[in-house]
């Protein structure tokens, strides 16, 4: 119908309806593709797609790179973060800091290609906050999607005597709770937080 055919559609007029997709295609499609590519040229743009079509196809074909980055991540996080100025505030922000750092961190390793080094990827990650490993399909759906982070400081009150606790995932309403306690610096917050992902694909509190 969009070609102008708006007869039956059956294989009796197939020839009909080739005929009709031709000629739209030369009249309409063939003329804005060449409109467009002139456009394109004025910014050098073409020689640039030639060299790297593989970076450009993007631009131009919604949803083909549906892999899940850092920046994906980190543009959708929403913290719930205690009053500006405090203390706690000071530390919740040092948290969020570390997670940056962490996905950075195992971007390099994948872009590295080091089998010994990647053990988790950033879309592991992703699919342990939140229950799936890509971006989502429908830009509403990216529009609205956060994940809220959660600072628990007080731990060792819920739960006294305990040496070491992780952090807990609830992937249906994509929230993450980080027991500040054990999170005193990158290293302790790089070593847990991996350990809680490698091991809470499951949906199990550690």
């Known amino acids: ?17 080739l005929r009709a997709v031709s ?3 030369i009249t309409k499609r063939t003329p804005m593709l060449k409109q467009l590519r002139e456009g394109l040229g004025v910014y050098n743009l073409i020689n640039l797609m030639e060299k ?9 074909v919604f949803g083909h790179n549906d892999k899940v980055d ?3 991540i980190m543009s959708h996080i929403d913290p ?3 009053p500006q100025g405090s203390r706690k505030q000071a530390q919740e922000t040092k948290i969020l800091e570390y997670l940056q750092d962490f996905l950075y961190e195992l971007e390099d390793a994948e872009q590295a290609d080091n089998e010994e080094v990647l ?4 879309p592991m990650v992703m699919q342990w906050m939140t229950g799936q490993a890509h971006k989502h399909l429908l830009v509403s759906e990216r529009n609205t999607f956060k994940v809220t982070v959660i600072f628990d400081h007080h731990c060792l009150e819920h739960t006294p005597g305990h040496t070491v606790c992780y ?3 609830s992937a249906c309403t994509s929230t993450v709770t980080f027991p500040m306690a054990h999170l005193s610096d990158y290293e ?12 809470g694909f499951s949906f199990e509190r550690l």
């Not at 970076?55 to 131009?60: A, D, G, K, N």
């Not at 302790?188 to 091991?199: G, R």
Request: glycine share 4%.
């Open 80 to 82: 719930q973060l205690s």
């Open 70 to 72: 850092s920046n994906y």
């Open 52 to 60: 790297k079509p593989d970076e450009c196809r993007s631009l131009f």
């Open 188 to 199: 302790s917050f790089k070593s847990n937080l991996s350990t809680a992902v490698t091991y």
């Open 167 to 169: 952090p807990v995932v």
């Open 1 to 17: 119908m969009e070609c102008g055919y708006t007869g039956p559609i059956d294989t009796e007029h197939m020839n009909s309806i």
């Open 119 to 122: 053990t988790l990827t950033v």
């Open 23 to 25: 000629l739209h295609a």
